[in-house]
């Protein structure tokens, strides 16, 4: 599988990524010759192979669904770029 | 009284303690000879920011203390934090312009648990961008230079990476010891080509929480330090169970210091035969009979293991953890902290330009990889295939360890290289982690020491795997092998005459 210039702004898109045109093509070749290092494993047979899902056995710990910490607006907001009052600013999103 | 080094940063971090504790030396004496060393050694770009007025006052409170006699474990130990820890109120960047100028207001665990041990911080080392490089050249703040170079020659080489700036800050005596985090090798690999000794624990042994997130299921925090007594003393005191990361892991963390030099007479030692790539430099073959010969001389069983699915273990990682990545630096959207691009009118846009702007080269190279291997019609042929190949890449090493009780392995599979000699090809840089990634994807504890030099003067370090929480056995070989090794070399200090 090979990845196009088409592709590559697809998931530029996807990923939420302003990639400069004169970019794509450089980027095209990287995957490119990343996904063909990877293609090698393809020759691994993993029928009934189950996926890895934890590589530590462990059960997944539960606690009280309770409030712990709240209250720290002005620090959250410490490093808002944009800011006023306790709200972040955004441009407009709905018309 | 015994006699102190004649410089106080030559210090290890053990010695530094008991000369603090029986109060042959302050802390603030200390702390102020390492605060010089640091600023003398800006030629390296070890730091992205030092804190010398908080090391000073931090070193004055454990004097306090000291006097008291309420010393603790690390009281007055001026320390290196990777720029990745978070840490509260002071800048912590990634390496990364998109936080250039983030300013937490948390502390992540493991430097809180370094502090509540009387630690003193010195600063935050350089690194790769997010933790995603070999060379520490992915940087926003640039490259760090290794303290070693070839012998008759004065070209800068690289420290290794991603851990790359805590490498060059403890092998150029710029601090006790100091932080890394591994996710394929980050911590080992620097530490292998800087000549200090490197430890990744067990995933779940140190907490995640306040590190800055790259994959998960991989990343892991441990020490780096000049010493194998050090590593085990370091670890000692940034382990812990956490109720803010649930794969913490509640078992005790033992005193790997005391069982340190138990030796290694019947330990049963593993030579896995896929370690033998084609194209290794022999000085590399030749390190890792040496290792073999010294710890079969101290007692120790050689005996060779299989782990047949070694060779498949870069390609799955490069898979798996730029799945990761692009999920988990989605939240780097420029409206709740870090870098916002200017003049956008629309949100989407806000978001593509300030990502666009903010992640650099490689970082934007694995987003687009880890977008790719989980997008619709991709998904299996990549992101699912890669975790089975991880479950046959774990299996092996729980089959070998049938046979043995640690295994022996090369660290990196060359010394260290020169600044932008692998920049240009992908695929050369990721190589360099051939011999730690497989340890990173089935979730064990690795060890690099020093172990000898190439002939042109480099350092090179052999690596120790071991069964999962068993921290304990590679600390006692790699002691062993540090004794064998007699590793003694230092860097010439060339960066204090520019």
Redesign the interface.
Known sequence: MSVDKDTVRRIAKLSRIALDEARVAPMVDELNGIFAWVQQLNEVNIDGVPPMTSVVEQRLKMREDEITDGGNANELMANAPQGEDHFFVVPKVVE | MTTLPGNLTEFTLAEARDAVRAKKVSSKELTTAFVKAVADARPLNAFVTETPEKAIEMAMASDVRIAHGEARALEGLPLAIKDLFCTKGVKTTAGSKILS???P?YESTVSQNLWNAGAVMLGKTNMDEFAMGSSNETSHFGPVFNPWRARNSNANLVPGGSSGGSATAVSGNLCLAATGTDTGGSIRQPAAVTGIVGLKP???RCSRWGIVAFAS?LDQAGPMTRTVRDAALLLKHMASVD?MD??S?DTPVPDYEAGLESGVKGLKIGIPKEYRIDGAPPEIEALWSNGADWLRAQGAEIVEVSLP?T??AL??Y??VAPAEA?SNL?RY????????ARA??????????S???G?GKEV??R???G??VL?SG?YD??Y?????????I?RDFTEAFKTCDVLLTPATPGPAFGVGEKTA???SMYLNDVFTVTVN???LPGISVPAGLTANGLPLGLQFIGK?FDEATILRAARATEQAAGFAAKPAHWWRAA
């Open positions: 100028n983030f300013v207001p067990t995933y779940g299921s109720p649930s794969t892991v699915h060779k498949y390609p799955t490069y898979i692009s989605a959207d420029g409206v709740r902290f870090g870098h916002r956008t009118d629309d949100i989407i846009g806000l978001y593509e330009k990502r666009g702007e992640f934007q190279r987003i687009l990889i977008t790719y997008s991709y042929a990549y699912a295939r890669a975790q089975k190949l991880r479950t046959l774990s090809d992908p695929v994807l089935a979730g999962a």
